[in-house]
């Protein structure tokens, strides 16, 4: 059992020990899975395939599973078990489905390189993943060695009342020993934001060794970088887990619509004052919105971004129910077919 308790089973320990274990290590279709007689490598049984309605019913990184016919080193994945939680976002491409990032997730750390600062709206969106799961996000600023103006983790803090903001060099060994509160004994965290973020040479610092490749050494891609492919959950001494994702940018939420009122509580109490209710805060007289962006007490930044989320999620949201609806639809159609065939068969 030990293993298993490292990585907090016993949140879960209504189920017999021999048949579980936590995904470690997601190559997308293949896994390694942790079990109470090590490290074995996962496929997904065919029932489990059969039964999906789609891929966020399928294994994931940090999901606690159902394993059978386990070898010395293989096992097969029969059952995912209930997620506590999960960071979620709309696949890629067309199709409106969720695509879950990692699961069971204590702490989301939210990583912008202070080299490549990028919208204000990315982080908004992890935002929304993390609200809509109750994930305590965790905004890191990495790499401020290179800023020569510090203004912008100013811009940050004022946008960001209310999160945790930690500006940091894990190069220069700034603000992150203040880290190592988050990854104590059972907690998983998980590490999102952009590739070159810096978020593996951040692990190997909080490791104390150089287990992930970094983008300064070997395994490189065709363009002369190395970058993160899979996803991996490492064991810290501390007895900390942290997961680390691929680069993930300019993602599509997977939220509910009334996630914004949290995210954007300051704009969603001020949209709620404006004289009119169906107010555009375009040009209409008592704005309050527009008042408030005049003033300073928000920026025109992060009404535009709060907006164009909104119209974003209500969409993608509004697509979604429907889809869950159309197979009404089917039903009534089908309903009609079968009455119209006894009708048939009784005149015949
Ligand atoms: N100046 C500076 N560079 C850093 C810092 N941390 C990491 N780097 C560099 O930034 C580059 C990218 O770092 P990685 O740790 O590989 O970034 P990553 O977020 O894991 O990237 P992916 O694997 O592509 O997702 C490397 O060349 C690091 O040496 C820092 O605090 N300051
Ligand atoms: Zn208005």
């Not at 940091?168 to 988050?182: A, F, P, V």
């Not at 939220?255 to 001020?270: A, K, R, S, T």
């Not at 375009?282 to 920026?299: D, F």
């Not at 009609?336 to 015949?348: D, L, M, S, V």
Request: glycine letters at 6%; charged letters at 30%.
């Amino acid at each position: 059992m030990g293993w298993l308790n490292k990585l907090g089973w016993f949140e879960y320990s209504k189920f017999p020990e021999e048949d579980v274990g936590r995904i470690i290590t997601d190559y997308g279709k293949r896994f390694k899975v942790v079990t109470k007689d090590g490290i074995k490598t996962g496929v997904i049984a065919g029932n489990l395939l059969n039964r999906a309605l789609d891929n966020s019913d399928l294994p994931c990184i940090g999901d606690w599973v159902k394993i059978n016919n386990v070898s010395d080193d293989e096992c097969v994945i029969t059952y995912v078990l209930k997620r506590k939680n999960k960071i979620s976002r709309k696949c890629r491409g067309r199709k409106v489905e969720e695509q879950i990032i990692a699961a069971n997730i204590d702490y989301a750390f939210i990583i912008i390189p202070m080299d490549n600062i990028t919208s204000k709206i990315n982080v908004d969106k992890f935002l929304l993943i993390c609200r809509n799961e109750n994930i305590t996000p965790i905004l890191l600023l990495s790499k401020i060695d290179v800023l020569e103006d510090l203004q912008v983790i100013k811009d940050f803090k004022t946008y960001y009342k209310n999160i945790k903001i930690f500006p940091i060099s894990t190069t220069k060994l700034i603000g992150i020993e203040k880290l190592k509160i988050y990854f104590n004994y059972n907690k998983t965290s998980v590490f999102i934001g952009p590739s070159g973020a810096g978020k593996s040479t951040l692990i190997n610092y909080l490791a104390g060794k150089n287990i992930m490749k970094t983008n300064s050494v070997s395994g490189k891609d065709l363009r002369g970088r190395h970058t993160t492919t899979f996803k991996n959950l490492i064991i810290l001494d501390s007895g900390g887990l942290i997961i680390d994702t691929p680069g993930l940018i300019n993602v599509i939420p997977w939220c509910e619509d009334n996630v914004l009122e949290d995210v954007y509580d300051d704009i969603e109490d001020l949209v709620k004052m404006c004289k009119f209710r169906n107010c555009t805060h375009t040009n209409e007289p008592g704005c309050m919105v527009r008042e408030a962006i005049k003033s300073g007490v928000i920026s025109q930044d992060k009404f535009n971004n709060y907006i164009k989320i909104k119209k974003e999620v209500e969409y993608i949201n509004s697509v979604h129910r429907f889809k869950g609806n159309s197979s009404t639809w089917e039903d009534i159609e089908n309903i009609r077919k079968t009455q119209k065939e006894k009708i048939y068969r009784k005149h015949k």
